[in-house]
């Protein structure tokens, strides 16, 4: 009986111990365009993320400063498939093309999941097709002037708040306005308008055919993206978009 045990145990436990540590997460970050220092966001998530998780980090800069770029990347219908998650961290709020789009969330609505930052949620803006929105989970297309926005967390036992603090205020940053928060979206956390008292969701998870979307609309300025708690939660986001822990 006994020889019977141990050999169980060996059976059940060798691929356990085959399987070694988890493999770096593949992240691609795509960023540019418009009203926002990339060069600075990117190198402050690809650092600061790295306390967290074991992550390989693409970037594609691409698009210029412009707000109606189209850019290569996605002329190759596998543009995605090298990496595990996928950030949307660009601004290009007059690109239209319904073709270009659809190329995006194409991938999005075929399982890539994804991270969604701040002035991605103006991109597309002024396309007519509601594609992007609905990858996104919100609608967007205005935001209120810049403020330090106290944040209420709904839900603190989501993963993604595992560092955050019971209090936090963002620094200098836009309180984007949402005009409709998608039936699949979960709102995690809310800010009040300074303007009107209205109560806007800035935390968020989005189901979109399945596929797991995080996302949030700070982020504008360089001082967001140097606060460590803005970089724990981006990064605690993208693992858990990822469906990882680490
Ligand atoms: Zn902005």
Same mark, same amino acid.
């Not at 540590?21 to 593949?26: G, Q, S, T």
């Given at each position: ?17 085959a399987?070694g ?6 992240a691609?970050?795509?960023t ?17 993320s ?11 800069n691409?698009? &210029?400063?412009?707000?109606t ?17 996928v ?6 709020a ?16 075929a ?16 396309a007519?097709?509601d ?8 609608t967007?297309?205005?935001h ?7 944040v ?23 309180l984007?306005?949402i005009e409709?928060l998608?039936?699949?979206a ?7 308008s ?20 995080? &996302?949030?609309?700070? &982020? ?16 605690? &986001?993208?693992?858990?978009a ?5």
């Open positions: 009986m006994k020889t019977y045990l141990a050999l169980a145990f060996a059976l059940i436990a060798a691929p356990l111990f399987m540590p988890a493999k770096p997460l593949r691609l970050l795509i540019g365009g418009c009203c926002h220092d990339y060069e600075l966001q990117s190198k402050a998530y690809v650092e600061g790295k306390k967290f998780a074991d992550i390989v980090w693409t970037v594609v691409e698009g &210029g400063k412009g707000t770029a189209q850019i290569p990347l996605y002329d190759n219908p596998d543009w995605a498939k090298p990496y595990d998650v950030v949307h961290n660009e601004c290009f007059n690109t239209t093309d319904e073709i270009y789009i659809r190329k995006i969330t194409a991938v999005h609505k399982g890539k999941p994804a991270v969604v930052i701040h002035c991605a949620m103006h991109t597309y803006r002024a007519t097709i594609d992007w929105r609905e990858f996104l989970g919100v967007s297309r205005k209120d002037h810049q403020s330090e926005y106290p209420t967390v709904l839900d603190p036992k989501h993963p993604v708040f595992a560092g955050f603090p019971a209090k936090w205020t963002t620094p200098k940053d836009e984007y306005i409709k998608w039936p699949t979960k709102s995690l956390a809310t800010s009040k300074e303007k009107d008292g209205s109560v806007q969701p800035v935390i968020w998870t989005n189901n979109y055919y399945g596929t797991r979307v995080f &996302g949030t609309t700070y &982020g504008h300025s360089n001082a967001t993206w140097q606060d460590p708690v803005f970089i724990e939660l981006i990064s605690r &986001g993208l693992l858990w990822a469906g990882r822990t680490k």
